[in-house]
T-cell receptor, first 116, second 110 residues
Framework: GAVVSQHPSRVICKSGTSVKIECRSLDFQATTMFWYRQFPKQSLMLMATSNEGSKATYEQGVEKDKFLINHASLTLSTLTVTSAHPEDSSFYIC????????????FGPGTRLLVL | RKEVEQDPGPFNVPEGATVAFNCTYSNSASQSFFWYRQDCRKEPKLLMSVYSSGNEDGRFTAQLNRASQYISLLIRDSKLSDSATYLCVVNSGGYQKVTFGIGTKLQVIP
């Protein structure tokens, strides 16, 4: 199947710092990628849809100024958590679908963020 | 009502048992349905898509009931390696956009 990578896999940072997470589609081009967040014992919650060459579409309740998304190329989307706080500690996962509108999602391995 | 509802479990079953999970969805316009598997502290991986006519992949069988808006997953001859959380995933209406259920945790016991 298609491969999606994510970096870093784990990050620990101090409160107030910004953290950038990269999501790459390794063997296909993705015009659309998705960013999810998963808190312990909860379901994956869609945060935003990342669109190559245009602004991201954020879900209700997700602050666009806090979670900056950049989709500069067809294989790379980045999520920056600005001024991170302990409540932002979570498992962040990106996904991408194959071109052509197929709805099967391929997920990156996720990034565990711990904000102290 | 949640868009996608699942019993979180856990379901504790002995090796070799047959176990079934159900999932209900609220959006009658949903067109695509999937079961994903998520191991502890890992990303979800596609287990199988769910088709209107039902489909089978080895020990796994998925069914869709549009009238009642639920999908099911049946696992036969459970293996220890089947222990995981099974996520019900439903198309939310947007391009490639899906909604996840909370997942049902399965623990297969020796």
């Amino acid at each position: 199947g298609a491969v999606v990578s994510q970096h870093p896999s784990r990050v620990i940072c101090k409160s107030g710092t910004s953290v950038k997470i990269e999501c790459r589609s390794l063997d296909f081009q993705a015009t659309t990628m998705f960013w999810y967040r998963q808190f312990p014992k909860q379901s994956l919650m869609l945060m935003a849809t990342s669109n190559e060459g245009s602004k991201a579409t954020y879900e209700q309740g997700v602050e666009k100024d806090k979670f900056l998304i950049n989709h500069a190329s067809l294989t790379l989307s980045t999520l920056t958590v600005t001024s991170a706080h302990p409540e932002d500690s979570s498992f962040y996962i990106c996904s991408a679908g194959l071109p052509g509108g197929q709805e099967t999602q391929y997920f990156g391995p996720g990034t565990r963020l711990l904000v102290l | 009502r949640k868009e996608v509802e699942q019993d979180p479990g856990p379901f504790n079953v002995p090796e070799g048992a047959t176990v079934a999970f159900n999932c209900t969805y609220s959006n009658s316009a949903s067109q695509s349905f999937f079961w994903y598997r998520q191991d502890c502290r890992k990303e979800p991986k596609l287990l199988m898509s769910v088709y209107s006519s039902g489909n089978e992949d080895g020990r796994f069988t998925a069914q869709l009931n549009r009238a009642s808006q639920y999908i099911s997953l049946l696992i036969r001859d459970s293996k220890l390696s089947d222990s995981a959380t099974y996520l019900c995933v439903v198309n939310s209406g947007g391009y490639q956009k899906v909604t996840f259920g909370i997942g049902t945790k399965l623990q297969v016991i020796p």
